[in-house]
């Protein structure tokens, strides 16, 4: 199998190979270089705000806020705790997210979907695009991961083929 590099990221490590997607499993880079940053507000709070509901009816959070107020922040750090694409230890054992009960249970333990639709439409200028460029770049990366269950060309029949496989793994959730 080959690998664009525009769309993944190798790392060579003890464990060999690790072939992470933009979209699905990322890094945790993003989040790294706002900690890197002089002027850092711990929020990771809102992660075990974000675990108590994870599994429940209550599971889908909307975290709105105006222009400019973090949430690009937030999602970076949520998608650094979550993915299985990395280790964040580093980034969080310091944090207050570190004292949360539930801590090591979650950390880089779940399948995540990052998408900034932001990007997206700055690429296509037009929502029909957009969506279309969206399903098409998503299906394809969840394909390396998911090949016998990307059979479609429509991304919400794909995930929902993908959440009936891993549902039947809690561990393995897709988070959203």
Partial sequence: MTYSMYY????????????MGIYLNPTNSKYQELLNSKIVVDKS???EKTNNVLNTTSKNICFSRPRRFGKST?????????????????????L???????YEEHI??????HIDVQKFLSRTHDIGKM???????IIKELSREYEEYCLDDDLSEVLNEIFAY???DNRNQVLF
């Fill in 8 to 19: 993944d990221i190798i790392v060579i490590g003890q464990k060999g190979v690790i072939v």
């Fill in 45 to 47: 709070l809102l992660i």
């Fill in 74 to 94: 937030d999602a970076n750090m949520l998608v650094a705790y979550y993915s299985k694409g990395c280790d964040s230890h580093n980034l969080f054992d310091h």
């Fill in 96 to 102: 207050k997210i570190s004292q949360s009960k539930l």
């Fill in 108 to 113: 880089n333990k779940h399948n995540v979907i």
């Fill in 131 to 137: 969506i279309s460029l969206i399903n098409t770049k």
């Fill in 166 to 168: 891993t549902k039947l």
